[in-house]
C-alpha cells in the first residue's frame, strides 16, 4: 500500500519522506490528486503523529452575545441590538451557565465566543472571566477569538498586546481559533463585513502566543475560495506555527450555508460536496504535517457521519461535546452530544477514544 501511495505523485512522495510540501506542491494536490491517495498519505502521516487515539473535549459553549457591528454574509447568527432576538448575558447568567456546564454537564472547558458587541467594555469580559475562575478555578476558560480580541482593542483603544494581557491576569487560558475564515483578501472581502483581515487575524494570535496564551486555529471552506485560497491560508498558518509553537490545534470548518447573506442572495445555492471536505481536511494534514500534531475535525459542521470518515483522512481529534452551541444552529446544524456518543462514533470508526483537556492532555 506504501508503495503505491509513494509512486502517486511528486508531493504525496516528498510529504510520506518527512519533507515540507511547498505552494505548489500544495496546488498540485488540491487539483490533481485523487482524493483516496490523499486520504491514504494524510492518514500514514496522522497515525505517525497521533497513532490509532481520536481526542475530543467535554466543552461548553457560551455564546455571550449575538449582538454583532459587523454583518458578515457568511454568518446566520448575528443581530442587531435592536432586533427582537438580540440578547447579551449578564455576568450572573453566565455563572449559571457555567455552573450547569461544569457541575451536570461535566464540562472541562468553556469556550466562549460571540458577536462584536459596540458597546460591552474590556471590564465586561475582565469580570466574566475573573468571576468564572474564582467559581471554578479547575475549569479551562477558552475565551474570545482573535477577531473578537482585535475588535476589543480597536473600540476600547487598547492595544492587543494590552487587552490580551489584562484578560490573561483575569484568568484567559487560551483562545479559540475562530474569525480565521479564509486569510487571503480578495475571497475575505466576499465573505465577512466589518471583521479585521487576515493579516490583523494573525498577528493577535502571535501576540497572543507570545505572551503565553496558546489559541486554536481555523480555516472557513467549502464557499467562493479556489485552491490557491486554501494552500495560502495553510502555508500562513505553518509558517506562523513555526514561529510560535502556540496553535494546539488545526481545525478545517466547512462553511454551512443556511440562513446566511450568501445564501440569502443566491451567491452560493449549496454546500460543498462531501469529496471536497474531505480532500480539504487530507490536505491541511499533509501541509502541516511537520507543523502540527493535531487536526480537528468539527462534526457539527461536517455532521457525525462524515465527520467519521474524516477520521481515515487525516483527522485526529473531534473538537468536542459543544453542549449548547449557537452559531452553528443559526446556520441550520444539529448541534450538542454527550461524551458516549463521541466515544462510540470513534470506536465504530475502528479508533480508541480518549477523553483529553483543551491542551491535548490526556484525562
Ligand atoms: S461572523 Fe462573527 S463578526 Fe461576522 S457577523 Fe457573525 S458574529 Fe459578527
Known sequence: MLQSIAGSSNAIEKVIHGEELSF???LDLMNDENVFILGAAADLIKKKLTGNTITFVASYYLNYTNVCAASCPLCAFYRKGTEADSY?????????????A????????????????PKLGLDYYEKMIREIKNEFPSVTVKAL????????????KNSVKEVLSRLKDAGLDALPGGGAEIFSKDIRDLIVRGKCSGDEWLDTARIAHEIGIQSNCTMLFGHVEEPQHIIDHLTKVRELQKKTGGFITFIPLKF????????QKGLIQNESSSIYDIKVIA???????????????YWVALGKKMAQVALSYGGSDLVGTAFSEEIFKAAGK????????LASLIKDAKCIPQQRDTFFNIL
Open 24 to 26: 505548489n506542491d500544495g
Open 256 to 263: 454551512s450555508l443556511d440562513n446566511t447573506e450568501l445564501e
Open 102 to 117: 461544569i457541575k451536570e454537564m461535566k464540562a472541562t472547558e468553556l469556550h466562549i465566543v460571540g458577536g462584536f458587541h
Open 88 to 100: 447579551t448575558l449578564t455576568i450572573e447568567q453566565i455563572l449559571t451557565r457555567a455552573k450547569i
Open 145 to 156: 477569538t482573535p477577531a473578537e480580541i482585535h475588535f476589543i482593542s480597536h473600540i476600547t
Open 334 to 341: 444539529t448541534t450538542g452530544t454527550s461524551i458516549q456518543e
Open 283 to 297: 490536505i491541511s494534514r499533509l501541509m502541516l504535517a511537520n507543523a502540527m500534531k493535531n487536526i480537528s475535525v
